[in-house]
């Protein structure tokens, strides 16, 4: 089975300031997909980044950007000068061929 | 941009009764989703379905559910007789044919009284 952990129920940040999100998976598969959504208090789902496992680059999207590890099948996301709108729930999302497997969450304040 | 859209956005039903939720997937995507979200807990998987068949479901899909691709645009989930327990967030989601991201819907709030 697949299993995707997110060990921060909460966190906060000064507006300007980086802030390092934790997710951990657990997956037998040898070719699979990490992703990071973004919820704000609309509730819609929002892709903020991609990782193919097959890659060794760090994928980055403008202020955003990973730390995947492996070996330690762990797949951080860092938010670099973080915005007010940046405020909202962060999952992290496992995937292959069919269904995302998603953690608990991460709900992220940026504080002004 | 192209968007996944769902409607309604909200619903607020009986239980007992039947719902509908209607979405209209991203037009080249071929591999269509739905999740469920209960209010505070994460996203839950509940079926896939390409080639106009189901090909994968959770243990949540019980006989309650049916999807259905009707025409070449929408793509729907049918609650038969809804439950107390059926209350929550249900996004439909998107995929290309070699692309694995998922897009997701802005998702429809529903609320079984």
């Known amino acids: 089975a697949q299993t995707v952990t997110q060990s921060q129920p909460e966190m906060s940040v000064q507006e300007a300031e980086t802030v390092t999100l934790s997710c951990t998976y657990d997956?037998?598969?040898?070719?699979?997909?990490l992703f990071w959504y973004k919820q704000p208090p609309s509730r819609q789902m929002i892709l903020v980044i991609r990782q193919e496992a097959y890659k060794q680059q760090n994928a980055t999207e403008n202020r955003f950007s990973v730390n995947f590890q492996k070996a330690a099948k762990s797949f951080s996301l860092k938010i670099s000068d973080s915005q007010l709108g940046d405020t909202a729930m962060y999952f992290c999302?496992?995937?292959?061929?069919?269904?995302?497997?998603f953690g608990k969450g991460t709900k992220l304040t940026v504080n002004p | 941009e192209p968007e996944v859209t769902q409607t309604p956005s909200h619903q607020v039903t009986q239980m007992g009764q039947e719902v509908i939720l209607r979405c209209v997937p991203i037009?080249?995507?071929?591999?269509f989703y739905w999740y469920r979200q209960i209010l505070g807990q994460k996203v839950e998987f509940l079926v896939s379905f390409y080639n106009n068949e189901i090909s994968e479901k959770s243990e949540i899909f019980d006989d309650q559910f049916s999807v259905e691709r009707p025409d070449g645009s929408n793509f729907t989930l049918k609650i038969r007789s809804t439950k107390l327990e059926d209350s929550a967030m249900y996004f439909c989601?998107?995929?290309?044919?070699?692309?694995?991201?998922?897009?997701f819907g802005p998702g429809t709030r529903l609320l079984v009284l």
């Open positions: 989601a998107s995929r290309e044919l070699a692309v694995e991201t998922q897009y």
């Open positions: 999302a496992l995937g292959g061929s069919e269904k995302l497997v």
């Open positions: 997956t037998s598969e040898s070719n699979y997909y």
């Open positions: 037009s080249n995507h071929l591999y």
